[in-house]
């Protein structure tokens, strides 16, 4: 029998100037190129996954503040899976192994369980087809609740996004937001919804602009729809190449990191981590804020969707 990688069985994808390899973990894409130019950063297929790179994720994205919310009259206490913060990170499905369901040259769909368990008392099936088309990579990821209560729900992709080469500083950001959801410095706690007017030089990339020393980690939402409906991020390099990120209204928040880390971090502002989220950070503790956190809730038998596509610009 064959030996299985480190990131899970593989599942490479091809469709004209496109090619893609889906790694089994979490449903991860591990590499996207186009005319073999990274449209995302690769990792290796015997490889742990740096960073939560590429993985779906699901039955939440972003935090849980201290893991603990409370969703039907019960407090709820998930495994703090982010420790130095003491948080609940990115959900519960980014290291189980997606099934495939259906294979085809240019997709597949892979299916995972999230089964009911402390902290999430509730079964969830997710399947989620990646699909390349002359468009670039479109994922679909879809939830049944197969519980006899309401669930709590949202999901997200954590792809980091490369423009060209060099430090983001160089690349220019265009996102079409109008509020962004500052957090607490230390430990990421959503503080407040401002306008990105609030530090413009920061936040506000509604018209095309390099990012230059801008450090980011910070969840966006008031969102601008193209006459398609779709919102439409870029990235470009200097060269004017690039990669841009579209979803619809099923996300209406999207988390925005430009991978600063220590001296000698090979991502460390190397790429953006671009995220359409269904729903806010800490959502599942909507009741705390007084915005609309997006929260889904999936009834028993019920579904819920969400998709994204990731392309190449020029």
């Not at 401002?194 to 990339?205: G, I, L, S, Y």
């Amino acid at each position: 029998m064959a030996r299985i990688p480190l990131s899970g069985v593989q599942h490479a994808l091809r469709a004209g100037d496109y090619e893609a390899v889906i790694a089994g973990v979490g449903a991860s894409l591990r590499s996207l190129t186009h005319r073999g130019r990274d449209l995302v950063v690769p990792f290796d297929a015997d490889q742990v996954r740096p960073r939560h790179s590429g993985a779906t994720l699901a039955p939440w994205p972003n935090r849980i503040v201290d893991g603990r919310y409370e969703f039907g009259g019960t407090v709820q206490q998930l495994a703090l899976t982010e420790p130095a913060r003491g948080h609940a990170l990115h959900g519960l499905a980014s290291w189980v192994e997606f099934l495939p369901v259906d294979k085809g040259a240019s997709h597949v769909t892979l299916e995972a369980v999230v089964e009911a368990q402390k902290g999430y008392p509730w079964r969830v099936v997710v399947r989620t087809t990646f699909s390349l088309t002359s468009l670039g990579l479109t994922q679909s990821v879809t939830a049944v609740n197969e519980s006899e209560d309401d669930a709590p729900w949202g999901t997200s992709a954590h792809p980091y996004l490369v423009a060209g080469v060099g430090a983001v500083d160089e690349w220019t950001l265009e996102l079409p937001a109008s509020k962004v959801l500052q957090v607490s410095g230390d430990r990421m706690i959503p503080t407040g919804l401002e306008e990105v007017t609030v530090d413009p030089d920061r936040f506000d990339f509604r018209v095309a602009r390099p990012i230059g020393a801008a450090q980011i980690d910070n969840a966006f939402t008031g969102l601008t729809s193209d006459g398609d409906g779709m919102v439409v991020a870029r990235l470009t390099g200097t060269d004017g190449r690039g990669v841009e990120m579209a979803w619809d209204g099923t996300c209406p928040w999207v988390q925005v990191y430009t991978s600063d880390g220590p001296e000698g971090d090979p991502l460390n502002r190397r790429a953006v981590a671009l995220e359409p989220m269904t729903c806010a950070p800490d959502a599942f503790n909507a009741a705390t804020y007084s915005y609309d956190t997006g929260l889904v809730v999936l009834e028993p038998g019920g579904s819920a969707g969400a998709q994204w596509r990731i392309g190449a610009i020029g």
